[in-house]
């Protein structure tokens, strides 16, 4: 007889998932806002780029460290996850992009073309980290829930905890 989990040993991840979900919709937000520029949408696009770089980034690079790696364990796959490290790198390199864009606004609004630039790297930023989300939420994480202890579990988050909070 086997006995069910009534809890997911992932739940620690879901839970920060479910965290950072109202941030993305935050850059989701901005990019609707960018067509009526107001004094705070500089301060916005910043606040944007500050959330990406301290906590996405970090978050990434620890799922690279611990979660990716127990995935492979788990399914027996060596660089089965490669494609979800492959949605990091665009990632990083959309969010440098975005950094680079916000950091040109000089005073007053940009030309309209920067703007639907802005936009535009916003919407693409929004849309890949939903579908990477959903690729983890869906494909991964249930590979873990059948496979991994609560021991291997916590030893996993804590490795993550280390890796994106090095202080």
Do not use: C, N
């Amino acid at each position: 007889m086997t006995r069910e989990r009534t809890t997911s040993v992932t739940e620690p991840l879901r839970a920060e998932h479910r965290e950072l979900l109202p941030h993305l919709e935050e850059v989701a937000g901005v990019a609707a806002a960018l067509g009526e520029w107001t004094a705070d949408t500089p301060a916005r696009l910043e606040a944007v780029v500050a959330f990406l770089r301290d906590h996405l980034v970090p978050h990434a690079r620890a799922e690279e460290a611990a979660l990716y790696p127990a995935v492979e364990r788990a399914m027996g796959a060596p660089g089965a996850t490669a494609t979800m490290a492959a949605d990091h790198v665009e990632i990083v390199r959309r969010i440098d992009a975005l950094a680079a864009a916000v950091a040109g606004i000089g005073d007053g609004a940009p030309d309209p073309v920067a703007v639907d630039r802005l936009r535009a790297q916003l919407v693409g930023l929004h849309a890949i980290l939903l579908l990477h989300f959903h690729k983890e939420e869906e494909v991964l994480l249930p590979v873990l829930d059948a496979h991994l202890g609560e021991d291997e579990a916590r030893a996993m988050f804590a490795e993550m905890v280390a890796v994106a909070h090095p202080h």
